[in-house]
């Protein structure tokens, strides 16, 4: 189900961005949750007649390939809620109620089907799409103002002042010192490695915060329903820790160069 589901996935990626780029998106976020609440909704309906398997490899893809579309979607539209300048902090809001989302549903998904099974906790996740497209309806697009229409803010609150600091701090450098670093490479640290300072911390603060409560809450679940199959997870997690580790010892030298070059 996973290999399914993340494949589906993976393909409507290829056309997110095409298709919000021309439909409405509020029209498609909340046509993407009002899809998944019909679909997740008739798994749990389904099952009153007995388990069926086969639907969930019927449902789960095309609700991933939904999800896909509406993940695209829903981030495009901070810039019809917030203006330029409330546009960094939306964003870090937004990311940071998703990290907490992340956690939290994984734990909450886990009591509900240990006390009521897995099908009353798909038909809970169900009812939540429901009512995220009710909350949907409720917002409304602000007009656009002349800032908007400007152009794309150069950054805003610490990473506007981290730029603005580089840039004060180079036009102060001599002739020597800026012949010594070269005019590509200042440009590069006062534009590319702000972004990827900016993309570590907000990495740090969405998956590496979440990361180990959704490990904690995994094996406390998977020690619930069934502790001798819980010990494959003392030959998995070390498994998967040395292919991450291999994987970030061959991918750091070429992303040196990168930022060489």
């Known amino acids: ?20 780029d021309r439909v409405e998106r509020r029209r498609l976020v909340i046509t993407c949750e009002l899809v998944r609440m019909g679909l997740y909704g008739s798994v749990p309906l389904v099952w009153l007649f007995g388990p069926r398997i086969w639907l969930l490899y019927a449902v789960l893809p095309l609700c991933e390939a939904v999800g896909t579309f509406f993940a695209v979607g829903y981030v495009t539209v901070v810039r019809g809620l917030v203006g330029t300048a409330q546009l960094t902090e939306a964003n870090g809001r937004l990311n940071a109620t998703a990290a907490g989302a992340g956690v939290l549903g994984p734990l909450c998904a886990g009591v509900v089907a240990g006390w009521a099974g897995p099908a009353a906790a798909v038909g809970v996740d169900a009812a939540s799409f429901g009512v995220s497209a009710a909350c949907l309806l409720l917002v409304r697009f602000r007009a656009r103002s002349a800032d908007d229409d400007a152009g794309p803010a150069q950054g805003t609150g610490l990473w506007r002042d981290l730029r603005a600091g580089i840039f004060d701090r180079v036009q102060a450098f001599s002739t020597r010192e800026v012949g010594r670093f070269g005019a590509p490479s200042l440009l590069t640290r006062t534009t590319n490695d702000v972004l990827q300072f900016q993309m570590v911390v907000l990495m740090t603060f969405t998956m590496a915060a979440a990361a180990p ?49």
């Open 1 to 20: 189900l996973t290999a399914v589901g993340g494949a589906a996935a993976g393909a409507a990626g290829v056309f997110g961005g095409v298709l919000v």
């Open 213 to 261: 409560v959704m490990m904690v809450g995994g094996v406390i679940l998977a020690l619930r329903q069934d502790v001798p199959l819980s010990g494959l997870l003392v030959a998995i997690i070390p498994a998967l820790a040395l292919a991450i580790g291999l994987i970030i010892s061959r991918m750091g030298p070429l992303f040196r160069i990168v930022q060489v070059r």
